[in-house]
């Protein structure tokens, strides 16, 4: 059984450009949630993605904005790339009140 | 608003001594309460969770917590260290089982020979 899988898992731009993080959410699951994780803080939550439409936010800018298909699976899209946003991103898949479970993650560098 | 505190940004203990991670939180409601860990260059894995019942709650790999209403902490506890345990550790909490997550700063568990 699959778990949450996330692609590139490493990728390099550079300032103002535009970027694309893809999820697949663990077998079952229909809620996909990502998060932020800078160098040695603890992850802070983007958003929330459920039956397609983004249900939570966070407090990041507009820049931010996601998606989530008909089978599930949900990309995080970053534009005006800021060297800030140099963080790995963390995608997490749940059902039904049933706790997160984390992919590997996209580690984001921005020169 | 929510937040998590970790108290000990690294704690370092010897190779089969017990550890005791500190948590606390900070919530106007009911709340759930996570320990997940992550090793090197990996996503988080969740250790253990508190989302109603028993205050003692057993994880995976032989960690425990134990949730404390009145002084609003989960203290994540290990009677016995191994190499392999040497992670970063981060407490968290919902309002929600589907709800966002929001964690602490983590803390590094470094075991030392």
């Known amino acids: 059984d699959a778990g949450v899988t996330q692609s590139p898992t490493h990728l390099i731009k550079t300032r103002g450009q535009q970027v694309t993080l893809r999820c697949s959410p663990k077998?079952?699951?229909?809620?996909v949630s990502w998060y932020q994780q800078a160098l040695g803080q603890g992850p802070q939550f983007i958003f929330q993605?459920?039956?397609?439409?983004?249900?939570q936010r966070g407090n990041f800018p507009d820049r931010f904005s996601g998606h989530q298909f008909p089978n599930y699976s949900s990309e995080l899209n970053v534009n005006a790339l800021l060297l800030g946003d140099s963080a790995l991103y963390l995608c997490?898949?749940?059902?039904?009140?049933?706790?997160?479970?984390f992919g590997d993650g996209t580690r984001l560098s921005i020169l | 608003a929510q937040s998590v505190t970790q108290l000990d940004s690294q704690v370092p203990v010897f190779e089969e001594a017990p550890v005791e991670l500190r948590c606390n939180y900070s919530s106007s409601v009911s709340v759930y309460l996570f320990w997940y860990v992550q090793y090197p260059n990996q996503g988080l894995q969740l250790l253990l969770k508190y989302l109603s019942g028993s205050t003692l709650v057993k994880g995976i790999n032989g960690f425990e917590a134990e949730f404390n209403k009145s002084q609003t902490s989960f203290h994540l506890r290990k009677p016995s260290v191994h190499i392999s345990d040497t992670a970063e550790y981060f407490c968290a909490v919902s309002e929600g089982r589907d709800d966002k997550i929001i964690f602490g700063k983590g803390t590094r568990l470094h075991i030392l020979p």
């Open positions: 077998s079952g699951h229909d809620t």
């Open positions: 997490a898949s749940s059902f039904w009140g049933k706790p997160q479970h």
């Open positions: 993605y459920y039956e397609e439409e983004e249900r």
